[in-house]
């Protein structure tokens, strides 16, 4: 992580990092203001919120209420050498604690990382460089000592990999940082990284060395950058919706047919039959929304049909809204890139097959396993923790290059099925692993669902998409039978790139599958993006006529122009929200695709929240004691807002009853809410005070400076395909 330092007034300090500002100060007698803790307090401060932290995961874990459990800590100075310390953390415990558990939360607390940090002898190195900026890049790169590694599946040695990657993020102007490094079993690594300008633009890599996660990180950074994965979803603002392309020199932009019906030209008639078996499917259904151009259609993309090489369009919004990250992959060479990209859709597919067909799989032979040993390493080091591990294969019955390793938590009775894919029987086994560990630590192994013999909760749709998203979807109690449903097959799909790609492909052929294939090559590494259709979709195809991503066209202008609407355009923007059936829970940010600061009241504003703020702004007092009844009875607010809404919850109930007189209450409402609360919630609902905590934007999105960092990340991109056109 890249923490920046400004020098401000005096002796204050701002250290910047994230989303996140932290001001230090020196006490007056060291000739600072005492205006905020001194950097050693906040070291001192870290290592006691750390214990605490450990502690309340142990307890979470075990329904163990936290209300009673104290915690404090005084550090001891040596007075022989100021810098030897002693640091005692002392934890009050309920007398009704059992002894496991009182055990439990002191070694909990022992897993603090600052605690592990400090002890561990932590290396500084201080140096002086010429801009801060460019040395940042300097961090990504693995120091050389001439070797040249190879592994299984690559083209070209990691080093040469690295090498190339990174060249080509600093070509695009990209700053990127490695914010952590994880490796809690051996040969298991795994790394968080992004850009340091837009931290919203990252990757996770994962591999059985620190070059190849390193590896594994960038060509997912530069695969995402290539098939525009950091910013879907996102309204990229009018500079980029006005230019010659928005997406891709080579979209093409179709307008509507009659009665809004699907334009010529668009898909072929094998798709149209998968996305719009009903003919419910209308052209203002894949408008997109990252311009929001109504006007100017359609935008859609080339793909070439792999069958026969023809070229299909795919509306953009029909690819962002059905496939998510699925089908992506960047590598050396075309065909490398087409097998990574190839072995995930495989994985994906197959694991969806065997959890929601409740499949039981046979094990891998330890004498399989044995031909292994770093894998067999790594398993036997979780074992080791107390993690129960199963090594199984997933190619049911040798027809697919999958495996899967599965983890089972005795603490909190969790599992966690973890599926790898890849031609050789080996890479696909180590995926398996490295994905389980990819960005965890032992703790985050304490959040997994348990297993369940309730077919319709494994089969529920959004059970897959967890599964996607990070794998903590639920997963049936019959996975985990003796009886397999398979035999085992030690299989081998492996060989050339191209010969592995061939293989991949005739399997889907022999599927009855038809593939698509975009190849992005001008960034300098080849990508591509697969699209296979009824096969490799994470969301279902419904999700186009009933949850597709473009309703924030019908909102979005509205909302950032808040502030400007007319009592008329007001009460208009509520009914919309009432007659779209959108749950009134959903975010803001989701619903409109616009990135707030996720402190501020935008960040966390629900459309519930929103059509009580207009309704008060409206003076509709019944619509809005109503409204906030419901939102501080399932409120998860921040503890200043939530005071917020129940002194305008007092203040309407008091206004709404004749008998009662606002005056005769202000007194000690204002004791109980504070003096700056009342004067908000009175002027909600008076008139005064409109949108309390939402700050002015419009649709050039002022002030919104986290979101202005993303279109900044996509504005390189952008500028980068225009340069080669």
């Not at 080093?159 to 990209?174: F, K, V």
Request: aromatic share 10%.
């Amino acid at each position: 992580m890249e923490i920046k330092v400004n020098f401000l007034e005096n002796r204050r300090l701002e250290a910047k990092f994230d989303d996140f500002s932290v001001i230090s100060d020196q006490p007056i007698r060291y000739k600072g203001d005492g205006s905020a803790p001194g950097p050693f307090d906040y070291f001192l401060a870290s290592s006691a919120l750390c214990a605490a932290h450990f502690i309340r995961v142990y307890c979470l874990a075990r329904d163990i209420p936290t209300e009673k459990i104290r915690l404090s800590q005084n550090n001891i100075v040596d007075p022989e050498n100021r810098y030897n310390h002693i640091f005692r953390i002392q934890v009050e415990l309920p007398e009704d604690l059992s002894e496991k558990d009182r055990k439990g939360i002191l070694r909990s607390a022992e897993r603090c990382t600052v605690k592990r940090v400090v002890q561990n002898d932590p290396t500084f190195e201080i140096e002086a460089v010429e801009n801060l900026d460019e040395d940042a890049q300097a961090l990504l790169t693995i120091q050389p000592d001439g070797t040249r590694t190879r592994i299984p599946g690559k083209d070209l040695p990691l080093e040469d990999t690295i090498s190339n990657m990174t060249g080509i993020l600093e070509a695009l102007g990209m700053q990127i940082e490695v914010a952590s490094w994880r490796n809690i079993v051996p040969h298991v690594w795994s790394l968080h990284l992004r850009d340091a300008a837009s931290p919203m633009c990252f990757t996770n890599g994962k591999g059985a060395t620190k070059e190849s996660a390193l590896c594994s990180a960038l060509g997912e950074f530069i695969e995402r950058l290539n098939c525009n994965f950091f910013y879907n979803d996102f309204f990229w603002g009018e500079e980029i919706a006005n230019s010659d392309f928005v997406h891709y020199p080579n979209e093409r932009w179709f307008q509507p047919g009659p009665d809004d019906g699907l334009p010529e030209g668009l898909l072929d008639e094998h798709c149209r039959a998968i996305y719009d078996p009903d003919g419910e499917l209308r052209g203002s259904h894949l408008i997109d929304t990252n311009s929001g151009r109504r006007d100017r259609g359609i935008v859609a993309l080339p793909y070439v049909r792999h069958s026969d090489g023809e070229v299909v369009y795919f509306p953009s919004n029909l690819v962002e809204n059905l496939f998510l990250s699925n089908g992506m992959s960047a590598g050396n060479t075309r065909q490398e890139a087409q097998v990574q990209c190839l072995s995930e859709i495989f994985e994906r597919a197959v694991k969806k097959e065997i959890i929601e067909g409740e499949i039981a799989l046979p094990d891998i032979p330890p004498d399989v396993l044995a031909k292994y040993p770093h894998i067999q390493e790594g398993i036997e080091a979780l074992e080791a923790q107390g993690f129960p591990v199963l090594v199984k294969d997933a190619s049911l019955g040798g027809r697919y290059p999958v495996a899967c390793v599965t983890l089972m938590n005795p603490q909190t009775c969790g599992v966690f099925a973890s599926f790898g894919a890849h031609p050789t029987f080996e890479v696909a086994l180590e995926r398996s692993l490295t994905e389980l560990l990819q960005g965890r630590s032992l703790e985050g192994l304490n959040d997994l669902p348990l297993p369940t013999f309730n077919s319709l909760a494994v089969t529920e749709p959004n059970n897959f998409v967890e599964h996607f998203i990070d794998s903590t979807g639920v997963v049936s109690w019959r996975f985990f039978s003796a009886r397999s449903d398979y035999e085992f097959r030690e299989w081998d799909f492996s060989g050339t790139n191209e010969a592995e790609a061939d293989c991949l492909f005739g399997i889907l052929r022999d599927l009855g599958k038809e593939v698509y294939v975009a190849m992005y090559e001008e960034l300098g590494a080849p990508a591509c993006r697969i699209l296979v259709p009824d096969y490799s979709e994470i969301y279902p195809v419904e999700d186009l006529v009933w949850d597709n991503t473009n309703m924030a066209l019908d909102f979005r202008e509205d909302i950032l122009n808040l502030h400007r609407l007319s009592d008329e355009q007001l009460r208009s923007l509520v009914e919309r929200l009432d007659d779209s059936d959108i749950d009134s829970y959903t975010g803001i940010s989701t619903l409109i695709g616009v990135m707030f600061d996720e402190q501020s009241v935008w960040g966390e504003l629900t459309v519930l929240e929103l059509k009580l703020l207009i309704q008060l702004a409206l003076q509709e007092y019944d619509e809005a004691l109503e409204q906030v009844e419901t939102l501080l009875q399932f409120n998860d607010n921040h503890v200043t807002r939530n005071l917020f809404f129940r002194a305008v919850q007092a203040v309407l109930e008091i206004t709404l009853d004749d008998e009662l007189a606002l005056e005769d209450y202000q007194y000690n409402l204002r004791r109980m809410f504070g003096e700056e609360t009342m004067e908000a919630a009175v002027g909600s609902v008076n008139g005064a005070v409109r949108f309390h905590g939402l700050t002015p934007t419009n649709m050039q999105l002022e002030g919104l400076e986290k979101h202005q960092r993303l279109l900044e990340s996509y504005k390189k991109l952008h500028a980068a395909r225009a340069a080669v056109t």
